[in-house]
Each structure stands twice: as structure tokens, then as C-alpha cells.
């Protein structure tokens, strides 16, 4: 019999059975799609060596006037600006106490209590001390005198804190230590820390309608949900903000890096009616208005300090620090009608995005005495997080709680061979973490979520939409926010690593930052003779791969090609046979009998390390002696 060639179709499609799927691919990791051909992805390398304190959500790029690269990075527990490989920790500044810190130590222990009072610190929020002096044993001025983290709240009036030398090391205090550290000790107290994972609400009022719980009681504030940063530029400068909390500022040409924190708008010289709390900023492109998603309004001449969460707040053209209207400037507010909350917004050509928990408005400048209209596109086509949408040269992508939509002038939803995969393993208590990618060099949007069956409560798989060929690949990757080349060649990714949080550079090698990328691979759906009435046999498989390194093709790379069978769908796959796949392999021979087929390209994990580094494989047509052998019974 001749040799069957199988051209998979491409594209990983499980809204099919694994048997109805025949001729196409039914899983993958860590591949994508191009041209219609399976290829496994670019790699990535830490973009430097130091690390940051936690979970990084947002990632922005600007250059200053002078040409300078600049990244903000808002996390959990800070907010940095990179310049240059160094992490530089701009986080404001909440509190700032005077002489009015005092210390105590217990002999034989590391756990420092400090008192000050109405501190209003929080466990884990961080505190630089200064003008203390020694309490006499092993906790020096030099141990106290430096940026501690908060162990522990005892009170309102007291924290603790675990002594370190100034290299790291914890220090164990003595029976010397018996001081208070002296009358003049300052304390600095950055904005406190929020959280990692998101707390449904449980409590009446606490949420708009239809939120939670009927009857439980809860207390949700900025303190204590899933820490969101929003950011962009006026001009060269930087605009932050923590999701219903508090709007900063960085001025790029005045302030110093490794010295300077971001400030309070509204404390800025010459602040009129700034919001002093939002959900979100944005900078409108064209016309160049500071816009707050979510303000709190003006009562009485003044902020209230609450967030409305269908309230927005513009401020005068040109002018980031005029919110108050007049009819001398084009500063003001509105407020939307369709949804509960507002979610996110992004700008996009001569318009701004906005989406509540039901609907997606736009935004457009139309000059005075309105300064901007709002239009209804669309209602039941919601945001699923406020990081779940992203601009490309097609359009906007952005993914619902229904599914993931397309905007370009209307909305439409992307037909999408994973959807009840990925919806039916979405874990939705955590969906604000789920954040969308573009990867424009590859025609690539990448929507990142967390899944129930990994029951990590935190971002671990993707799926792939190559908007070009319309076509969706699969994966694990752990990324917490993703920022295609712009100011930078290639994309940038915050991950994880030995339990320390690091800036990745994508599309780079082809590897798992200096190691083998494992755990590659793309798997058939079921493959038979004719309509399986009869069992078949395999003698030989024939791939068709391509192996390439940054110089050319690769003759040292290997990958497995592994054979499975069953007999009927409701069986599980057992193993036939594991072959390895180089440069110059023409064959490989195999002895199988069985109804139905699945073939299986992976890496080859157990290789050695050269052999599976630097590398990547792209599959083409592969061939397959097969035959009938008979029938077998039921």
C-alpha cells in the first residue's frame, strides 16, 4: 500500500471530539501557527538580572524628550521605573512621621516592634526609618536605619518588622538591646500594599447591584483587593494610578531615579479639583485631556475622596492639573448609564474605548462647551478584567466573559475553536487577572488566564489568535503582563522564577531564558482507515521537520515523534512507540496495531541539554506506512 501523507489542518481545534477532529491538531504547548504550519515559539531571557518585589500587572514604555528608554512597572507591592536594567523604586510616599518612632527588642529574637502612633501601615507595606541610633547590643543604627517591610500589626499604634544587616542577613538581637533607638527617628511610609488575588464581595452596598452575596457582611477597599496599576504619559512625564485608589505623578524632567518618588496629583503647585481616586487613567491622544476612569466627583467644591464607578473626570486641554470646568477651559465630567462599573478603557484611532461590566462606549473629542460625546456601541459585549483588551494596526481585541470580541467600528465576536476550553476551565473569581498580549511580528493576540484545573488562582495558561490566518494555539506560560516591541525591539513579559519576579524579553532564541524549552509539543486528533471498520498497521513514519537556529538550520536538534492508539473513543492512549527526529532522519520504524492513531511531536525532554537548546522545529508533511491488518471485534 502506499504511504499516506497527512497535512494536519492548522490551527488546535477542541470544540470538536478528539475523533471528529480527524486531519487537524486537538492540543499543543508552546507552538504557534504560521503559514499553516505548527513551529515552536520564540524564546525568552531575563532583560536583567535584578529582580523586583512582587506580582507585576502593568507595564508601560515612553522615551523622554532626550531620547531616553524608560518602563513603569506597577506591582503588588511597589511601583518602579526601569531605565537602563536597574529596577528603580519610585513607590509614593502615604505618611511621613517625624521624631516620633520609638523601638523595642526582645533578647535571643529578630522581630523589632516599633511604636508610632496611627501609623495606619498594613502587613507588608514597607517603611524607610532614618535617625535612629543603636539600642545598644546587635541592632545598630546602621540595622535599623533603612527600608524594612511590615512583619505584623499588633495595634493601631505598633508594628514589627524583622532586623537585617544591611546586606540582608537577619540580626539577632541581644541582652544590650534594651534602647528605643533615641528621640529623633523619622519614618517614611510608602501607599499601602494591595493584594495579589481578587475578593468577591459579600456585602450589601459594598458592590453595584448584583455583586455577591445577599446578606454577608465585608469591608472591600483599595487595601485590600487585587492591586491594578493603570499608567501613560502627558507629554514626557508619567501618570499612575491605583485601581480605586489614589492618581501620581512623575516628572520625568525633574525628578531623579534612585532618589525621587512619584507625587500626589492633586498635591502638585498649581492643582485645582483633582480627582483624588480613580480606577483608571488614560491620556487622550489627539487632544491631549487627562482622563480618570471612575473619579470621585465634585461635592460642594471639592473631591469627596469616593469612587463613583460609572463617574469619568477630564481635565482642561493641555493642562493635567485643571479638573475644575469653567467656561474658560474645557475641563469636566460625565457619566455613563449602561453597566455597574466601568472596567477599562484604551485609546485607539481618535477615540477612546471604554468598557462597563455590560457594555463598550466611545469617547470622542468634539471641542466646546461638551469637550468630549459618548456613544453606546455595544451592549452585552463587557469587559471580563480591567486588563483584557489590546490594540493592534486591525483593532482593538477584547475578551468578555461570553467570549473574545473584535473591535474596528463595530463589534464583532472571533469565532474561536478553544472557546468552551478555555471558558469552561477559566477560573472567573480571579478574572481580573486575565490580560491580553499582541504579539504584532507574528499577526499574534495572546489572551492569558487563570485556569480551575491548574487551581493556581493565578495566570498559567494562554491560547494564541493569529488574526492574519485566523487561526488558535495553546499553552502554559505563566506571564502576568505583556507589552509588545515599540521603545524595545521585541516584546516584554513579568514572570516568575525561583520564587523571584523578573522582566523578560520575548522572541528572543529559543529557549527558556538560559535553559532547554521543555514541554513542547502538538498532538493529532485520532487518525484511522477508512471509517475504522478495520484494524491498521504501521510500520514506518516519515517526518517532515525543520529544525532552525539563529543561523540557519540546525543539524545537531532533536525532537520525539511519538505514536499512540486506541481502539475506541472512550479508551484512554496508550504508547506504541517514541522515536527521536534530527536533521537527518529518514525514517523511522515502528511496529503498531490498532483502530485509531493519534501522532505526537514533542521535544525531547530527556535528550541532552545541547541537543535541545538554542533550536527551533517547524513540521511539514508527514507520511505514514500504513495498512489494513484484519478486524477486530467489539
Partial sequence: MPLAKFNFKPGVNKEETEYSAEGGWVD????????????????????????????????????????????????????????????????????????????SATNGSSTITATDSSHGALKNDFVTLSGAVSLGGNITAAVLNQEYQILTIPSANTYTFTAKSTSGATVTANASDSGNGGAGVDGLYQINVGLDDYVQSTGWGVNPWGDGTFGSATDLSVTNQLRLWSHDNFGEDLVMNVRNGGIYYWDTSTKTLGTDRAVALSGISGANKVPTVGQQVITSETDRHLIVLGADPLSGGSRTGTIDPMFIAFSDQENALEFEPKTTNSAGSLRLSSGSKIVGGIKSRQEVLIWTDTSLYSM????????????????????????????????????SKQGFYFYNGAVQKIPCTLQEHVFNDLDLNQAYKCHLALNAEFSEVWFFYPSIEDDTQEISRYVIYNYEENLWSMGSMVRHAWLDGGVENKPQATGISSSAYYLYDHETGYNDDTSPMDGVYVQSADIDLGDGDSLAFVKRIIPDVKFINTVGEDPNAAINVVLKNRDFNGESLSTDSTSQVTATTTQNYVRARGRQFVLRFESDDDNSESDRKDFKFRIGSTRIDIQPSGRRGA
Avoid at 380 to 399: D, Y
Wanted: charged letters at 15%; proline letters at 4%.
Fill in 364 to 399: 470622542n473629542f468634539i471641542g466646546p462647551p461638551l469637550t468630549f460625546a459618548v456613544n453606546l456601541i455595544n451592549e452585552g459585549a463587557g469587559l471580563i478584567g480591567p486588563k483584557a483588551f489590546v490594540n493592534s494596526s486591525k483593532g482593538v481585541f477584547f475578551m
Fill in 28 to 103: 499543543a504547548n508552546l507552538v504557534r501557527f504560521r503559514k499553516s504550519r505548527v513551529e515552536k515559539i520564540g524564546g525568552w531571557l531575563k532583560a536583567s538580572a535584578d529582580s523586583f518585589l512582587g506580582t507585576c500587572r502593568a507595564l508601560h514604555q515612553w522615551l523622554s524628550l532626550g531620547g531616553t528608554r524608560f518602563l513603569g512597572l506597577g506591582t503588588t507591592l511597589k511601583y518602579y521605573i526601569e531605565e537602563g536594567g536597574v529596577f528603580n523604586d519610585v513607590t509614593p510616599i502615604r505618611k511621613t512621621s517625624t521624631n516620633s518612632i520609638t523601638f
